[in-house]
C-alpha cells in the first residue's frame, strides 16, 4: 500500500525556534496533502489543505505566519513552525491523496516539544 | 458544517467482551463515513469505510460498523476484543474519501485481561 513518511517523529526545540516538519509520499504522487494538530484526548484538527504548485488554504483560526506551508513537489510537504513557544507543542500528523484515489493515507506523526 | 460526535471519550473492557464504539454525524449533508484506528505513538490507520452499498462494513480484524442513515449513526462493534485492539478509535465524515475529513473526538478502547 501507499506508504507517506513523516519526519521528525519527535522533537524537543527551545522557545523561539521555528522547526520543520516533513512529509514525503514514498511510492505516489501526492497532488494534495492536509496538516493536522492533534491535541492530548482531543481529535484532529485540520490546520491547512497544501496542493503542489500552490499557496496552502488554511482553516479558520489557523495563523499562516505561524505556520508555513510548502508543497514545492508532488512527494513533498513541509511544515515549518515559525518561532515556537510552549503553546506550539502537539502532535502533528500529515496526510496526503493522489487525483486517481478514494484514500487518504496518514504519516506517522510529529511529537514537538517547545520548552 | 458536518460534525461528528464521538459520545464516549473512553470504553474499558475485559478481554473478549464485545464492545460498541459510539459514532453520530450531522445530518444536514450526506457523506463518507470512516473509522479510524491510532495505536500508541502511531499515526492513523483506516479501519473500515462505508461509501455505498450494504449498509454492514467489516474490516479484517473482526470489527463491523453499521450506517444507521434514519438515526445517523455509525457505531463501531466487535463481538469478542482482544488486548492488541487497545488503541484510540476515531470516527470521521465527509463529501469526500478522501478530502477534507472531519474527525470525532476519538475513543479510548482499554481492553484489559
Known amino acids: 500500500g501507499a506508504v507517506v513518511s513523516q519526519h521528525p517523529s519527535r522533537v524537543i526545540c527551545k522557545s523561539g525556534t521555528s522547526v520543520k516538519i516533513e512529509c514525503r509520499s514514498l511510492?505516489?504522487?501526492?497532488?494534495?496533502m492536509f496538516w493536522y494538530r492533534q491535541f492530548p484526548k482531543k481529535s484532529l484538527m485540520l490546520m491547512a489543505t497544501?496542493?503542489?504548485?500552490?499557496?496552502?488554504?488554511?482553516e479558520q483560526g489557523v495563523e499562516k505566519d505561524k505556520f508555513l506551508i510548502n508543497h514545492a513537489s508532488l512527494t513533498l510537504s513541509t511544515l515549518t513552525v515559525t518561532s515556537a513557544h510552549p503553546e506550539d507543542s502537539s502532535f502533528y500528523i500529515c496526510s496526503a491523496t493522489t487525483g486517481t484515489t478514494e484514500k487518504l493515507f496518514f504519516g506517522s506523526g510529529t511529537q514537538l516539544s517547545v520548552l | 458544517a458536518q460534525s461528528v460526535t464521538q459520545l464516549d471519550s473512553q470504553v474499558p473492557v475485559f478481554e473478549e467482551a464485545p464492545v460498541e464504539l459510539r459514532c453520530n454525524y450531522s445530518?444536514?449533508?450526506?457523506?463518507?463515513l470512516f473509522w479510524y484506528v491510532q495505536y500508541p505513538n502511531q499515526g492513523l490507520q483506516l479501519l473500515l469505510k462505508y461509501l455505498s452499498g450494504s449498509t454492514l462494513v467489516e474490516s479484517i480484524n473482526g470489527f463491523e460498523a453499521e450506517f444507521n442513515k434514519s438515526q445517523t449513526s455509525f457505531h463501531l462493534r466487535k463481538p469478542s476484543v482482544h488486548i492488541s485492539d487497545t488503541a484510540e478509535y476515531f470516527c470521521a465524515g465527509g463529501r469526500c474519501s478522501n478530502y477534507k475529513l472531519t474527525f470525532g473526538k476519538g475513543t479510548l478502547l482499554t481492553v484489559n485481561p
Open positions: 511510492d505516489f504522487q501526492a497532488t494534495t
Open positions: 445530518s444536514s449533508v450526506s457523506v463518507y
Open positions: 497544501s496542493n503542489e504548485g500552490s499557496k496552502a488554504t488554511y
